[in-house]
């Protein structure tokens, strides 16, 4: 069954470029209510232990090193159907193939560079989530 919450960051080159205000904007007028929200900054170690599942894979440290850089954005979000609208609503994660009113297609400059992260899953969402916020923070 489907959950009514999903976890997002606002990653560090979004952040850098001064577009939070407006990808906040496009969630809330995507139809998501912001549940928590902190501008907070992942040490390498976090950035390690939160992509951890991505360790083997070649991208593994440019990826840590990228989200470790600056400043993040982190929020839960609540909507029906969260997980898989915000996937929707965050486009492609090659800006190229994003569909038009997607925010990676508006924020992104790159596959690697891609402006925001987004759960891929109801489970991903709740780990994820609970990495970056205690319960009290968590409305």
Same mark, same amino acid.
């Given at each position: 069954? #489907?959950?009514?919450?999903?976890?997002?960051?606002? %990653?560090? !080159?979004?952040?850098?470029?001064?577009? +939070? =205000?407006? +990808?906040?904007?496009? +969630? *809330?007028?995507?139809?998501?209510?912001?549940?928590?929200? %902190?501008?907070?900054?992942?040490?390498?170690?976090?950035?390690?232990?939160?992509?951890?599942?991505? #360790?083997?894979?070649?991208?593994?440290?440019?990826?840590?090193?990228?989200?470790?850089?600056?400043?993040?954005?982190?929020?839960?979000?609540? %909507? !029906?159907?969260?997980?898989? !609208?915000?996937?929707?609503? +965050?486009?492609?994660? /090659?800006?190229?193939?994003?569909?038009?009113? *997607?925010?990676? %297609?508006?924020?992104? *400059?790159?596959?690697?560079? /891609?402006?925001?992260?987004?759960? !891929?899953?109801?489970? /991903?969402?709740?780990?994820? =989530?609970?990495?970056?916020?205690?319960?009290?923070?968590?409305?």
């Amino acid at each position: 069954m #489907a959950t009514n919450r999903t976890f997002t960051m606002i %990653k560090p !080159d979004a952040v850098q470029n001064g577009h +939070i =205000g407006n +990808i906040l904007a496009m +969630i *809330t007028n995507g139809g998501f209510k912001i549940v928590s929200l %902190k501008l907070t900054q992942l040490t390498v170690a976090d950035a390690q232990e939160f992509y951890a599942v991505h #360790a083997a894979r070649p991208f593994y440290g440019e990826l840590v090193e990228f989200m470790s850089r600056g400043p993040i954005v982190a929020a839960i979000l609540e %909507k !029906d159907n969260a997980v898989e !609208d915000f996937r929707t609503l +965050i486009g492609a994660t /090659n800006p190229a193939e994003a569909a038009e009113g *997607t925010i990676r %297609k508006a924020y992104a *400059t790159s596959i690697g560079e /891609n402006a925001v992260h987004g759960s !891929d899953s109801d489970e /991903n969402a709740a780990i994820e =989530g609970a990495f970056h916020f205690a319960g009290r923070e968590q409305f």
